[in-house]
C-alpha cells in the first residue's frame, strides 16, 4: 500500500504555487467569483454581460475561465457595481505582529 504525503496549503494556492503577486490574484479571483454567481442567480448570459461590463464577448469568457490577468482589481469591482452591487472598501490597522499585512475579499 502506498502511503500518500500531504502539504497544508497556506490558503492562498496562487502563493503556493510560487506565483507573483499571489494575493493580489487571490483577490482578483475571489472577486471573479462573486461576478460569475451573480450573473449565475440573474440568468445572466456572456454576451449581455459583456455589454453591461463595456468589454468583448470574448474577455468575459476569458474571465469566468479563470484568465483574469487583463482586469485590475478596481475594474473587476466596477464589472460589480454594474450588477448592482455596492463595493466597500475598508481600511484598518493590521494588528497580528507574527503576519503580513493583507487584502480580503470575504
Known sequence: ????????????VFADIGLPNAQEHLVKAKLVVKIDRLMKQR???QAPAAALFGIRLPDVSKMLRGDFRQF????LMRFLLALGQDVEIVVKPHTDAATEASLLVP
Open 72 to 75: 485590475s482589481v478596481e475594474r
Open 43 to 45: 440568468g445572466l448570459k
Open 1 to 12: 500500500m502506498t502511503k500518500m504525503v500531504f502539504e497544508a496549503g497556506s490558503g492562498n
